[in-house]
């Protein structure tokens, strides 16, 4: 145990009083009260004050020329009187009531005070003392609560300094220093809290932030390195013959993508290696019949497979695409959800044990207690970013070691995958099926509603469908339902003479209603689906070649271009409409990017930018560690290059026996509390 994991109550001043009140702040130990940065700086510019304007709220910096002067009127009423001189410039400060300051005014010495200026008295209306303006233009402010004030704050991380800063170990290898230009460990620490000026803070956040995310890496690819030098998954010896037999009855040619990333999971299945693979392709690009080839691969090695998905409905579909794909006599598929019958899931549950049952197709109920497989080889999950490290967890858990597929349509910013999924491979289906034609996208206001209703008829009487989507409404799941209604409503009675059926579907109905609705709309039997958002994902229904979103600006980019990805997928023209009348900026922004870029790639970027990581990925369900300095967006250059150099020390054979990589060998062994749970 070093010092610095010790108790802060090792602190002069500080006793289980204020260690207990520090602790709701998480600051247990030293270490965490020297980690503990200020979430901003009190930027105490020089303003020369004959450039301040009359009435301007203001910091002025100067030295104390006359001593203070309280006057006492009235009842508990007072006016703290002083000079002070800038340059050459002498000028008034007065504070009303605060006769206790008049202690931090010392004549002769440096004062920075914030208040408002008076131009023509040359006086200042004092609101704020910010101290000598000696510990640097820039005053920290911590995040503080009731009982810990940033009076007691700072004082206390200055002593842990003075106390303990020797302890403060290099961490980072000096050939990685010296390439980068970071600061020593120790003073990049101090300058967090007290940095001279903006120039010196910058140097010190830098190296904080590599050092975060540099650690973050070296313990993520450690654990790749682990994953990959034990053979501790399962050799999946599939059928060659038939399998390359199964691609050339597939009713399509596969895409060089597709084959690639074939190739790259049937290799991880060969290998005795536990493959953690993820599959990213944007909407449309094929990634289901991918994992229909590799589940056939599985079967033909006398492995059982499992497709997860976040909805009944999608599971519902893949099931059926899956037994449209295979032969019913060679590979057995069963559907197994949270509303399957008690008894038909029994029996599953039987088949699934004997391993009469070669794949099965569900929702997260697939994982849970009483499921038990007989060999499972392979677990696919589609739309990963639905199922959360949670149910990761619980495949863990059970002990099982199948190799483990991912599949996501949302294509992953760069960064948030190598912070998130950095210990998987990677897989991108880059591109579509030949022959799809882009898919059109246009913003509309909602008065011209109508207006697209009538171009509609192009596309409806050309025999083609159209979806409309509405948003979920958050405060109340009634209002959904009503919402969509009354739209519902509204097209039954614009499209009566036509006698186009339309078909409503939302998260109040049952699940056999739902799957009825989604079937009537497959057979064509519906033209157009009224829908809440429980078509998101993965349906798919070719023929529907309009994609009409109501109130669009409640919706995420990411979700907006999974919704768009519900039409072109087909060899038609397809037409993505959002009518929406956007309040504020962002919203606008979503809107125009949508009709630019049908890159899905692009628009997470852009996702991410606008809104930041942890509202595209919601934290809890990412598995996104929660970094204390490093940001994924603005520090994403600093993250790349700390995944290079951690990469190149993983390179080197015992890297942890050279004298140089000491103080890193030291941290990483050491337990960690920060990045995993
Ligand atoms: P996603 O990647 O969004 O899950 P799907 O697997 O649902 O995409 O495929 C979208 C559509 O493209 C489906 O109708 C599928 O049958 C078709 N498809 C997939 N691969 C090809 C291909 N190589 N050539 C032509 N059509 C394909
Ligand atoms: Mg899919």
């Known amino acids: 145990m070093t010092d610095l994991s010790q108790s802060v109550q090792f602190l002069k001043g500080v ?3 204020r260690a207990q009140n520090l602790a709701t702040l998480g600051i247990e130990t030293i270490e965490d009260l020297l980690g503990y940065y200020p979430f901003r700086y009190e930027d105490i510019q020089e303003r020369r ?22 006057t006492r009127f009235g009842y508990k009423k007072s006016l703290l009187k002083f000079r002070m001189m800038q340059d050459h410039a002498v000028f008034n400060v007065s504070f009303f009531n605060q006769p206790y300051l008049k202690d931090k005014v010392v004549l002769g010495e440096d004062l920075a005070v914030y208040g408002k200026w008076d131009a023509k008295k040359m006086a200042l209306t004092g609101m704020k003392i910010l101290g000598s303006g000696q510990q640097g233009d820039f005053a920290p402010i911590y995040h503080v609560s009731q009982k810990v004030k940033q009076k007691t704050l700072i004082p206390l991380i200055r002593q ?6 020797d302890q403060i170990n290099e961490n980072l290898p000096r050939s990685l220093r010296e390439k ?3 600061m020593d460990r120790h003073d990049a620490m101090f300058a967090m809290h007290f940095p001279k000026n903006p120039a010196e803070h910058h140097q010190a956040k830098r190296r904080v932030v590599f050092e975060e995310f540099f650690l973050f890496q070296m313990k993520l690819q450690g654990l790749k390195q682990q994953e990959k030098s034990t053979a501790n998954g399962l050799a999946i010896q599939y059928d060659n013959t038939r399998l390359k037999q199964f691609i050339s009855k597939l009713p399509f040619q596969l895409t060089d993508a597709q084959k690639r990333v074939t190739n790259e999971i049937c290799r991880d299945l060969k290998s005795p290696q536990h493959m953690q693979r993820l599959l990213q392709g944007d909407v449309g690009s094929g990634k289901t019949v991918v994992a229909a080839i590799v589940l056939y691969a599985t079967v033909t090695a006398g492995f059982q497979g499992a497709l997860m998905v976040p909805t009944e409905i999608l599971a519902q579909q893949h099931m059926e695409s899956l037994n449209g794909l295979f032969d019913p006599l060679e590979v057995r598929v069963a559907l197994l959800t949270g509303s399957t019958p008690t008894k038909e899931r029994k029996s599953i549950l039987a088949e699934l044990a004997a391993g009469e049952i070669d794949i099965v197709v569900g929702t997260h ?29 619980v495949l863990r858990e059970k002990g099982w070691r199948p190799d483990v597929l991912f599949m996501t349509a949302t294509p992953i910013p760069r960064t948030l995958a190598i912070t998130a999924y950095g210990e998987m491979d990677v897989s991108i289906i880059d591109e579509l099926p030949a022959g799809r034609i882009p898919i059109e996208t246009r913003w509309v206001r909602p008065g011209q509603l109508d207006s697209v209703l009538d171009w509609s ?10 979806y409309v989507i509405c948003p979920l ?9 009503k919402n969509a209604t009354e739209i519902y409503e509204h097209l039954k009675a614009f499209y009566a003479k036509q006698e186009y059926q339309v078909g409503l579907l939302h998260g109040r109905m049952k699940n056999q209603e739902k799957e009825a609705i989604m079937e009537e709309f497959k057979d064509g039997k519906t033209k157009i689906l009224v829908s809440t958002t429980v078509i998101e994902v993965g349906v798919n229904v070719p023929n529907a070649t309009v994609m009409l979103i109501m109130d669009a600006d409640r919706f995420g980019l990411a979700q907006l271009h999974q919704l768009r990805g519900r039409v072109g997928r087909g060899a038609e023209a397809s037409y993505c409409i959002l009518v929406a009348d956007p309040k504020n900026e962002y919203g606008q922004e979503r809107m125009k990017i949508m009709t630019e870029t049908n890159n899905g790639f692009v628009l997470s970027e852009k996702d991410l ?3 930041g990581p942890g509202e595209v990925f919601g934290f809890r369900q990412s598995g996104l560690p929660q970094f204390v300095a490093g940001d994924l967006v603005a520090d994403a250059t600093i993250l790349e290059v700390a995944r290079e150099e951690a990469a190149a020390i993983w390179q080197l054979p015992n890297w942890q026996v050279l004298p140089e990589y000491q103080g890193l060998a030291q941290v990483l062994a050491a337990p960690e509390k920060q990045f995993f749970d």
């Open 365 to 393: 109920a697939l994982i849970q207690e009483g499921v038990v497989f007989r060999n499972l080889g392979l677990v696919i999950t589609d739309e990963q970013h639905r199922f959360g490290v949670n149910q990761r967890r």
């Open 180 to 182: 980068y230009r970071l």
């Open 49 to 70: 004050i004959e450039e301040i304007d009359d009435q301007e709220k203001v910091t002025i910096k100067g030295v104390v020329v006359a001593p203070p002067v309280v």
């Open 457 to 466: 008829f192009r596309e409806l009487s050309a025999g083609h469908q159209m």
């Open 609 to 611: 930018e606008l809104r």
């Open 15 to 17: 006793g289980e009083a």
């Open 473 to 481: 409404i958050e405060e109340s799941e009634m209002l959904d339902v």
């Open 160 to 165: 842990a300094f003075t106390d303990f800063g």
